[in-house]
């Protein structure tokens, strides 16, 4: 912290439009990962606000308890119609996503998702069904229970004694590839036949370990194995939801239904903290029965007015402005610019894309090795907020960024990789 303190001269933003932040010079920066993976429509998109602003009119807040209201239960309904499986036949087990509860942020996305697993066992005949298998690198959040499914160490070994146990595999992204991986999910899967209560995955990126893409073919393979066994599949698709990777979500590029879904982040498109965990059909239904049965769980902002309203526009406008389409467009640009650093920028390795994301690493040693914050300050200098995450360089910036800004960012990150190298 202290060493943070001494160095850090933080940008003072005063405003905010499409892909760029305004600072108090009134110097504009491209957004380069829209303020932490939220602003996936840019900033301030003028119809959100409306939607915003249009409901803070009529009804802010109340709590759901004997309480509905009209965003709510739309949104609810938009989001089911939308979930990967909706209205399909024949998905492997006929299950699709039919029931939505809402929380105020990702990591509570992924709380909840893990009380309703635990419960579900719980009182349906599998108690002893309260462990998690999870990917080295995970990242679902900051609360404990988020903390002890997470599997990066510098965030959770220190509250080592306060975690749950869990099962750690290797990621995916790793060196021997997915079926690695897979192999020590189906060794867990039979060395704790009784105790798995599901399986948690970042479903083909996962993000905040460095923007590791993973064959898609994994989320499909442990899919099949928890199904044969009968426990859970649980996709945090808090960071690759709604379009960041290409497809709507990315549960999708595998062809799988999750028992459970986390959706924030662009969910509220950088208007309102808000969230949603989406379950089956079967889920649901092991909660009804006596009081006891019940899934006592809930924060003061559940299923809040102004955070549905905005959800909902954010739905109606990724259809309207064929956000996904948009994607399909500029993705490859994406990725033809991160391969093109990788070959001519001395020291930066493992070039990797997926839809809107695009990563390097600086591994190659030499001037670059340890140089995030160096490539961060030559982007500031270029009017980019640009924030690798530690050796990762990456964007992930608005899916609706204009050509034009889309073509100086890719051009600003590859300058400032060079003038880091440079020394
Ligand atoms: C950001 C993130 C979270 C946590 O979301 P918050 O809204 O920051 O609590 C959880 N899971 C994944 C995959 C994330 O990227």
Redesign the pocket.
């Known amino acids: 912290m202290e060493a943070y303190i001494g160095v850090t001269d933080p940008l003072v933003v005063v405003g905010s439009e499409g892909p760029y932040l305004v600072d108090a010079d009134g110097r504009r920066y491209l957004d380069a990962n829209g303020s932490?993976?939220v602003s996936t429509l840019g900033h301030r998109h003028p119809r959100l606000v409306k939607a915003l602003v249009e409901q803070a009119g009529t009804l802010a807040h109340v709590s759901l308890a004997g309480v509905t209201h009209e965003p709510a239960a739309r949104l609810a309904a938009e989001l089911v119609a939308l979930a990967p499986g909706a209205g399909k036949e024949g998905v492997p087990g006929g299950e699709r996503l039919s029931r939505v509860f809402y929380v105020d942020?990702?990591?509570?996305a992924?709380e909840v998702a893990i009380k309703m697993a635990a419960q579900y066992w719980a009182q349906n005949g599998r108690p002893r069904r309260t462990r998690f298998i999870t990917l080295s690198g995970a990242?679902?959040?900051?609360t404990l229970g988020?903390t002890s499914v997470g599997g990066v160490p510098a965030f959770r070994d220190v509250f080592g004694p306060l975690l749950f146990d869990v099962v750690h595999v290797p990621s995916p992204s790793e060196e021997g590839g997915w079926e690695r991986a897979f192999a020590e999910v189906e060794r867990a899967l039979k060395a704790f036949p009784d105790e798995v209560a599901g399986v948690i995955v970042?479903p083909v990126v996962q993000?905040?370990a460095g923007m590791q893409v993973y064959a898609p073919a994994f989320v499909r393979a442990v899919r099949e194995a928890t199904r044969a066994v009968d426990t859970f599949l649980i996709a945090?698709e808090?960071?690759t939801g709604l379009g960041r990777t290409g497809a709507r979500f990315a549960c999708e590029l595998g062809g799988v239904v999750p028992d459970l879904l986390?959706l924030?982040?662009a969910l509220s498109g950088g208007l309102m903290p808000f969230?949603a965990t989406l379950a089956t059909e079967r889920v649901f239904s092991g909660f009804l029965g006596g009081r006891e049965r019940a899934l006592y769980y809930g924060h003061s902002y559940c299923g809040n007015p102004l955070g549905a309203a905005v959800a909902r526009e954010v739905l109606a406008v990724y259809r309207d402005e064929d956000v996904l389409g948009q994607v399909a467009r500029k993705a490859p640009r994406v990725k033809a610019a991160f391969e093109r650093m990788a070959e001519r920028v001395p020291g930066v390795v493992r070039p990797r894309a997926l839809g809107m994301v695009g990563a390097v690493d600086l591994g190659g040693g030499g001037y670059l090795a340890g140089g995030g914050w160096r490539v961060y300050e030559a982007a500031r200098r270029r009017g980019l907020y640009l924030r690798p995450l530690g050796d990762t360089v990456y964007i992930s910036p608005a899916l609706n960024i204009p050509e034009d800004a889309l073509e100086a960012l890719l051009s600003g990150v590859e300058e400032s990789l060079r003038e880091a190298a440079a020394g």
């Open positions: 932490w993976w942020n990702g990591s509570t992924v990242f679902h959040g900051e988020a970042e993000g905040a945090d808090v960071f986390c924030a982040k969230a």
